[in-house]
T-cell receptor, first 113, second 114 residues
Framework: GAGVSQTPSNKVTEKGKYVELRCDPI?????LYWYRQSLGQGPEFLIY????????DSGLPNDRFFAVRPEGSVSTLKIQRTERGDSAVYLC???????????FGPGTRLLVL | GDSVTQMEGPVTLSEEAFLTINCTYT??????LFWYVQYPGEGLQLLLK?????DKGSNKGFEATYRKETTSFHLEKGSVQVSDSAVYFC?????????????FGKGTTLSVSS
């Protein structure tokens, strides 16, 4: 079946702009996670959704970052007033429930100029 | 807090050589342990996992044993192939928390030559 998909695959923006990154999880998966992977590092947790609600947003670096999952399926990660330090690969993962194996999407590579 | 430390790369081997990538962890409670692999140009894929002490995870000739006494989960393969060239990530997930996030090591790059 279809895996986790993320759009766009690449995004180039200017400092100060607003961006939205989309994640389409595997159908039926109730748990959805966002991670950020900087160059040469492992992925770092940002936020976790169980259904429509953000159950854990402790990894969001500051209030410029926000994520939603209004219908319990597709999720959007939103970054306001982007900074050059936000440049990274943003990964989305989903799992059938919160304690099962996470399946990762291909990521969105964000470059802030 | 919880953390994962894995050996730094790159690791460069000839085909059919023996592979070990070390991974140790710090965690409260009893985490599940994972190895993920990222092939060039592809997304993260689960390679193997173990959910309790002394469990051995295995897949595609790779193995790792959950050692609670040494807080380790070293990845091994008896005979590597060129197609195993990738970045390998060790990770943990705390079982006793709802909505568990994965905590990753920094990754180890493996390069296998023929």
């Amino acid at each position: 079946g279809a895996g986790v998909s993320q759009t766009p695959s690449n995004k180039v923006t200017e400092k100060g702009k607003y961006v939205e990154l989309r994640c389409d999880p595997i159908s039926g998966h109730t748990a959805l996670y966002w991670y950020r992977q900087s160059l040469g590092q492992g992925p770092e947790f940002l936020i976790y959704f169980q259904g429509t609600g953000a159950a854990d947003d402790s990894g969001l670096p500051n209030d410029r970052f926000f994520a939603v999952r209004p219908e319990g399926s597709v999720s959007t990660l939103k970054i306001q007033r982007t900074e050059r330090g936000d440049s990274a690969v943003y990964l989305c993962a989903s799992s059938p429930t919160s304690r099962e194996t996470q399946y990762f999407g291909p990521g969105t590579r964000l470059l802030v100029l | 807090g919880d953390s994962v430390t894995q050996m730094e790369g790159p690791v460069t081997l000839s085909e059919e050589a023996f592979l070990t990538i070390n991974c140790t962890y710090t965690a409260t409670g009893y985490p599940s342990l994972f190895w993920y692999v990222q092939y060039p140009g592809e997304g993260l894929q689960l390679l193997l996992k173990a959910t309790k002490a002394d469990d051995k995870g295995s897949n595609k000739g790779f193995e790792a044993t959950y050692r609670k006494e040494t807080t380790s989960f070293h990845l091994e393969k008896g005979s590597v192939q060129v197609s195993d060239s990738a970045v390998y990530f060790c990770a943990l997930s705390a079982l006793n928390q709802a909505g568990t996030a994965l905590i990753f090591g920094k990754g180890t790059t493996l390069s296998v030559s023929s």
